[in-house]
Each structure stands twice: as structure tokens, then as C-alpha cells.
């Protein structure tokens, strides 16, 4: 997907404020990588577990098989639970080196610790920092980043779960950490064409943030163990 170079970043209404990160790497043992993600009030835990053995019947011959299970914090996995990890793991086959593991698997678990908004970005989020604790090899970072549209047009970055209860549209993209491009987008509600627009345009411009804390997250943690 493409984003419309006419779009001024300036010229548009919204809060692009993003809520607080936090995140923490290795803190499961079993796991090959591990990583908890917080996004102010919304928080997942993502553990990463291959490349192993396959099953034959999932087996594919020149590539990796990556399966994504989401956990709910209560009861059992829903339709949405479904959609959203189709979603992750569209965005990390695009990004995971997947010829260099042939007949392989990789297993990606997310569980829903909070859920306050955002919670699709927080789970592309806290994947793509299990899989750099894991060392898979890729071919570029990723991040989520939603926005929220509201009756009057205003765009909120990282909404709280009241503010996507109240807005007229949810919007998720994933953005790659080379060239700002859009991975993979989620959307839900009604928008236009411009709206879309500049709803991609705030997502690329807030991934700097995010990619930003990636390093800073990293560099601190590789720090304490030198």
C-alpha cells in the first residue's frame, strides 16, 4: 500500500500524542525468545518458540511454517482473536527470513495480560521484540501503530479502549523499520480516502518513535550484560 504524497502530516486534525512504552526481553526461560510490551495501560506478554521439527502435514519444503496463537486474558479465543492473528502473522512472514529454515516451524504465542486499547499494536509490538530476543533473522523490523477516527474527524494515535468505543473508525497498519512502508493494515468502521491517507501518514511519522524505543530498549538491555 502506497501512501499519497500530497498528504501534509501539517495539515491534519489530530492528537498524535503516543502513551508511555515499556518493555522488557528474556523473561521467560522455556521459550528460545521472550518479551513483555506495555502501551500505557495495555500490556502483552509474546514468547517465541523454533525453529523446531514440524508435523508433516504442515510441513513446507522451502520455507519455514510460522503459527500464531493468541491467548485471551479470560474464556476462550474468539473470531477476533482469530482475525488478529492472521494479521501478526502476515506481518512477520513479511519480514522473517522464512527461506533460511526450510521444513521448520515457528510457533509465536501472544497472551493478553491488559487490554485498555490499541491491543492489536501492542501484539505486533511485543512479537517483533520476542523474535529479535529469539535472533530469528529479518529482513527489517516492524511496529504497529493504530488510530482512532472520531464522528468529527479528529485522529487519535494509540487510542485508550474508550476512545475506540466512541470513535466512528479503528485503523492498524504495520510499518517496516527501512523504508516506512505498510506491511499489513486492520481496519474496522467507516473513513474516506483522505482519512486513510492521513491515517497512514501519522502511523509512519509515530513509527519513528516507536522504532526509536526499540533501540534504546535493546541497547539498555545488552548494556546491564556486558
Same mark, same amino acid.
Given at each position: 500500500?502506497? +501512501? ?9 486534525? @489530530?492528537?498524535?500524542?503516543? =502513551?508511555?512504552? /515499556?518493555? #522488557?526481553?528474556?523473561?521467560?526461560? =522455556?521459550?528460545? /525468545? ?5 502501551? *500505557? ?8 518458540? *523454533?525453529?523446531? #521439527?514440524?508435523? +508433516? @502435514? ?16 479470560? /474464556? ?30 515457528? &510457533? ?8 485498555? /486499547? ?9 512479537a517483533c ?14 511496529? *504497529? ?10 485522529? &487519535?494515535?494509540?487510542? %485508550? ?10 485503523l492498524t497498519?504495520?510499518?517496516?523499520? %527501512? ?18 491517507? #492521513?491515517?497512514?501518514?501519522? @502511523? ?12 534504546? @530498549?535493546?541497547?539498555? =538491555?545488552?548494556?546491564?550484560?556486558l
Open positions: 500500500m502506497e +501512501v499519497c504524497s500530497a498528504v501534509d502530516v501539517k495539515c491534519i486534525k @489530530s492528537n498524535s500524542t503516543l =502513551r508511555e512504552f /515499556g518493555c #522488557e526481553q528474556s523473561l521467560l526461560s =522455556r521459550p528460545d /525468545g521472550s518479551a513483555s510490551f506495555i502501551q *500505557g495501560d495495555t500490556s502483552v506478554m509474546a514468547a517465541v518458540y *523454533g525453529p523446531a #521439527e514440524v508435523k +508433516v @502435514s504442515k510441513e513446507i519444503y522451502d520455507r519455514a511454517t510460522l503459527e500464531v496463537v493468541i491467548q485471551a486474558k479470560v /474464556g476462550l479465543p474468539s473470531v477476533k482473536e482469530r482475525s488478529q492473528e492472521q494479521c501478526v502473522r502476515e506481518t512477520c512472514e513479511a519480514s522473517l527470513l522464512m527461506l533460511l529454515h526450510p521444513r521448520s516451524s515457528l &510457533t509465536l504465542i501472544l497472551q493478553v495480560l491488559h487490554d485498555h /486499547g490499541s491491543l492489536l499494536a501492542c501484539f505486533l509490538n511485543a521484540m520476542a523474535l529479535m530476543d529469539a535472533g530469528l533473522p529479518m529482513s527489517c523490523l516492524f511496529c *504497529g501503530v493504530t488510530c482512532a477516527i472520531a464522528s468529527d474527524g479528529q485522529i &487519535t494515535m494509540d487510542p %485508550t479502549a474508550v476512545q475506540e468505543k466512541e470513535s466512528r473508525a479503528v497498519f504495520a510499518i517496516d523499520s %527501512t523504508e516506512q512502508k505498510v506491511m499489513m493494515s486492520s481496519t474496522k468502521g467507516s473513513f474516506s480516502v483522505q482519512e486513510l491517507h #492521513e491515517c497512514i501518514a501519522l @502511523s509512519q511519522k509515530a513509527s519513528e518513535n516507536i522504532f526509536k524505543f526499540y533501540r534504546v @530498549s535493546v541497547q539498555r =538491555r545488552y548494556s546491564k550484560t
